[in-house]
């Protein structure tokens, strides 16, 4: 039977080499082939004061970034993890819509909301320097990414088990002492992997430096798109390539260290009791804390949001849904080959094909790694796991040079394995996480009472892990909407998708009906975090 299993695995396997590990490295020999393995170009990199400088403000930015994503999270995780309140999971579910929000669709957001021109300097007066800065950059990384330190910390955090503080709070421990003594050891597993989970999508960001960042502040992914694009210098951009897997493999193999020492504390089964957060509460200490703190993730995470949703809603001045009927007019269509409504089509139609292929990518590899112990796991977990620590840019580049040839080539079909590509970690991890929290003797049982391996899995294990299937489909559902970089270098016209539509939009000058397009994107990704909400699964 475990060699059926194991026959199983190959096919996932197999669609992982030729679909990502091949295409990959046939870029990276690029930059260390040359008829003979060689270290010129990466030194050369290296070496070149500018490249060099790239490299480190890629690193510091992603540091300053995740720290600053801790900070404004920890207070909402806390929030979560203790208090029940009216709306709670609308409010988690639109705090999760941020993070599978196209860049360009961020980068509008905080344009609109601090650019020039934008609601903020209408109300201050003057502009504030926000825009096209290092700070625009740490603040969209935030805005981002705030939503992995909430939802992670706070379900650990609703798991520590009360007993210990109260213990503590006994012995006359109280206030910060008691958060620094007992509860941040007991949540510290938590912090460290959505810290590392953070570093790594803000290390691999394009879209938000690119455009927010001005030509001051480049990333290793700018460098990688400018040099390949523009200067056609495949040999440094290869390089370049190299050296950003490198550094992602090493962070991700951290973040799955911090993922185990996450999931064991999640076995946690003592589950705090929730305080009720009444109108009263509001006028305490803590209550006046809860206000500030909502204001200000108001302002810095959710007015973003509310900038596109006001500007698609405001023509010439009035409240309208003008921009709404353009969006959809074949008068001001920006697009050759398709629709606005073409668009969407494609966009439901990949994002469709996407949960079918990676979740029968992700199912097996999930089972096979959390069902046996072997020498090298956690080796072949980042192998599994490396396409999370590649960024779209670099996975289009691949398919261009290995496809191009092919009849692949500029077809739905290379457009839908990309987006596979892509999503399926979330359906890894999403169904791993169940996976290990299903208790060994259930299976062991109906093994004893004469069920084989297969019969075991689909009676009994995968009822139980359905939870974190249906949300790891539901984020590979969001992520291929929600796509641009691989898309945009792969699809034809007639395969134009929403986000490639929203920058078609923005490239015409018609922002507001960039905008309107975007809080349809917006409502799609609210609708799947809110069935995510009712699951109770996480896919961190």
């Not at 210990?164 to 003594?181: D, I, N, P, V, W």
Request: aromatic residues 14%; hydrophobic residues 55%.
């Amino acid at each position: 039977m475990r060699l059926k299993i194991l026959a199983l695995m190959l096919l996932p396997m197999a669609f992982l080499l030729f679909f990502f590990y091949l295409p990959v490295f046939s870029v990276l020999s690029l930059g260390i082939w040359d008829g003979k393995l060689t270290l010129r170009y990466i030194l050369g990199v290296l070496g070149n004061e500018y490249h060099r400088s790239v490299v480190v403000f890629t690193v510091i930015q992603a540091l300053a970034s995740t720290i600053l994503t801790v900070l404004i999270g920890l207070p909402g995780a806390y929030i979560f993890a203790n208090y029940s309140f009216p709306g709670k999971r609308l409010v988690k579910a639109v705090l999760t819509v941020p993070f599978v929000m196209p860049g360009i669709m961020v980068s509008l957001g905080f344009i609109l909301l601090f650019g020039k021109g934008g609601l903020v300097s209408t109300l201050i007066g003057r502009d504030p320097g926000i825009v096209y800065s290092w700070k625009a950059i740490l603040l969209a990384h935030a805005f981002y990414n705030f939503p992995i330190v909430v939802r992670m910390v706070s379900s650990l955090w609703q798991r520590v088990n009360p007993h210990y503080e109260e213990m503590a709070m006994s012995l006359g421990a109280k206030g910060f002492t008691l958060f620094r003594k007992v509860t941040l050891p007991l949540i510290s597993p938590a912090i460290f992997a959505s810290a590392m989970l953070t570093f790594v999508f803000c290390f691999l960001s394009f879209s938000i430096p690119l455009i927010l960042g001005g030509y001051r502040y480049v990333t290793i992914e700018v460098d990688i798109f400018s040099t390949v694009i523009t200067l056609l210098d495949f040999r440094t951009g290869a390089a370049l390539a190299a050296i950003q897997l490198l550094l992602s493999a090493i962070f991700m193999y951290l973040y799955l260290k911090a993922m185990e020492a996450y999931s064991k504390r999640e076995e946690q089964r003592i589950m705090r009791v929730e305080k009720k957060l009444h109108f009263r509460s509001l006028f305490s200490m803590k209550g006046l804390g809860i206000i500030v703190y909502s204001v200000f993730v108001v302002v810095f995470i959710l007015a973003p949001l509310f900038a596109v949703l006001y500007d698609s809603l405001r023509f010439n001045g009035h409240w309208s849904l003008e921009w709404y009927r353009r969006m959809f007019s074949p008068e001001y269509n920006p697009m050759f080959g398709t629709s606005t409504i073409g668009a969407i089509k494609n966009s439901l139609l990949f994002g469709f094909v996407t949960v079918a292929v990676s979740t029968g990518v992700g199912l097996p590899i999930a089972y096979f790694l959390n069902r046996w112990q072997f020498k090298g796991k956690l080796v072949i977990d980042v192998l599994a796991m490396l396409p999370l620590a590649s960024s779209p840019i670099t996975i289009g580049l691949a398919y261009v040079k290995f496809f191009s040839t092919t009849p692949l080539y500029y077809t739905f079909w290379i457009i839908a394995i990309a987006h596979s590509i892509i999503a399926y970690p979330f359906v890894l991890r999403s169904v791993s996480t169940s996976l290990k929290k299903i208790k060994t003797n259930l299976r062991e049982a109906a093994l004893t009472l004469g069920a084989g391996e297969w019969k075991t899995f689909l009676r009994v294990e995968l009822p139980l892990a359905m939870g974190g299937l249906i949300v790891g489909a539901i984020f590979a559902f969001a992520m291929s909407i929600a796509e641009l970089g691989a898309t945009y270098m792969l699809a034809p016209p007639k395969y134009t998708t929403m986000t490639i539509a929203i920058y078609k939009f923005l490239g015409a000058r018609q922002f507001g009906s960039a905008s309107a397009l975007s809080v349809l994107l917006m409502m799609v990704s609210t609708m799947g975090f809110l069935i995510i909400e009712r699951t109770g699964e996480e896919v961190w």
